[in-house]
T-cell receptor, first 113, second 112 residues
Framework: AQSVAQPEDQVNVAEGNPLTVKCTYS??????LFWYVQYPNRGLQFLLK??????LVKGSYGFEAEFNKSQTSFHLKKPSALVSDSALYFC???????????FGDGTTLTVKP | EAQVTQNPRYLITVTGKKLTVTCSQN?????MSWYRQDPGLGLRQIYY???????DKGDVPEGYKVSRKEKRNFPLILESPSPNQTSLYFC???????????FGEGSRLTVL
């Protein structure tokens, strides 16, 4: 069975500081890894993905994530946080050989001015 | 405009009254899926479909049915809704090769 863990329910950072939202995963095959963002009262939007290739992937709004196979992690990062980055962030994994997708419980990011 | 459309967006119903939440995508995606979002539980997959006439159970399929008769549509059916199905439901689609999901705006369902 595949699983995703986001160990922090809440992350607070000051505007202009770097941010990290953590994610670890477990999957039997080769993973597709994703980050999505949900703004209040909205649907989810795709941020970035890792399928294969470079371990550092870049996505929308200046976000990036680093795939670490040995640590089975896919942490989301941004060098300089904005107040507008405040939202709920979800990490997700999908087995490349199957259609089942699993999401973490989500991490609420709050960026204070 | 590329989009996933769900209807209704809001619904209040009573226990046992059958309902259907429709989902349609205009991106010719092979993969479609339904999720429910509950506080503290993230998104949990209900059912998914990798192509027409092919559907599979996700993590929480009990009490739900789906069908995929056409590529663009993937309705979610609650034959006999119960209060524990009160939730926010999302439909999503994606290309099979790349996997990133495009989500609908969500359907907030309340079962009394």
């Amino acid at each position: 069975a595949q699983s995703v863990a986001q160990p922090e329910d809440q992350v607070n950072v000051a505007e202009g500081n770097p941010l990290t939202v953590k994610c670890t995963y477990s999957v039997s095959g080769n993973p597709y890894l994703f980050w999505y963002v949900q703004y209040p009262n909205r649907g989810l939007q795709f941020l970035l993905k890792y399928i294969t290739g470079d371990n550092l992937v870049k996505g929308s709004y200046g976000f990036e994530a680093e795939f670490n196979k040995s640590q089975t992690s896919f942490h989301l990062k941004k060098p300089s946080a904005l107040v507008s980055d405040s939202a709920l962030y979800f990490c997700a994994v999908r087995d490349t050989n199957a259609g089942k997708s699993t999401f973490g419980d989500g991490t609420t990011l709050t960026v204070k001015p | 405009e590329a989009q996933v459309t769900q209807n209704p967006r809001y619904l209040i119903t009573v226990t046992g009254k059958k309902l259907t939440v429709t989902c349609s995508q205009n991106m010719n995606h092979e993969y479609m899926s339904w999720y429910r979002q509950d506080p503290g539980l993230g998104l949990r997959q209900i059912y998914y479909s990798m192509n027409v006439e092919v559907t599979d159970k996700g993590d929480v399929p009990e009490g739900y049915k789906v069908s995929r008769k056409e590529k663009r549509n993937f309705p979610l059916i609650l034959e006999s809704p119960s209060p524990n199905q009160t939730s926010l439901y999302f439909c999503a689609s994606s290309p099979l090769e790349t996997g990133e999901l495009f989500f609908g705006e969500g359907s907030r369902l309340t079962v009394l």
